[in-house]
Nanobody, 125 residues
């Protein structure tokens, strides 16, 4: 079973950019669909986006389309979340998740079991 560790969070001004990384342990990373979620203060965790095992397709929630990009490097067991044009409402703890049995298209609706510890992104306005 993989373990996930996020990094790259921090404080950024509105309009700025950050790139989050999520590195997985083990040798089966390429067999997992990967996703990013965020949880803002006082709110439930929400889907941000996901990527298929082969990087063939990505999916995003409407609020980040055109601003965020998910990519992965299976050789380095890492998935990335490039966040551009950040807004104050993007402030949240960002989590990566891995799905061994489902698809990237359905990750937002599945009860996922593999999560990282989260990394805090704070966008100042």
């Amino acid at each position: 079973q993989v373990q996930l560790v996020e990094s790259g969070g921090g404080l950024v001004q509105a309009g700025g950019s950050l790139r989050l990384s999520c590195t997985a342990s083990g040798r089966t990373f390429s067999t997992y669909a990967m996703g990013w979620f965020h949880q803002a203060p006082g709110k439930e965790r929400e889907f941000v986006g996901s990527i298929t095992r082969s990087s063939g397709s990505t999916y995003y929630t409407d609020s980040v389309k055109g601003r965020f990009t998910i990519s992965r490097d299976n050789a380095k067991n890492t998935v990335f979340l490039q966040m551009n044009s950040l807004k104050a409402e993007d402030t949240a703890v960002y989590y990566c998740a891995a799905d061994r049995w489902g698809t990237a298209a359905t990750m937002k609706n599945r009860n996922l079991e593999l999560w990282g510890q989260g990394t805090l992104v704070t966008v100042s306005s």
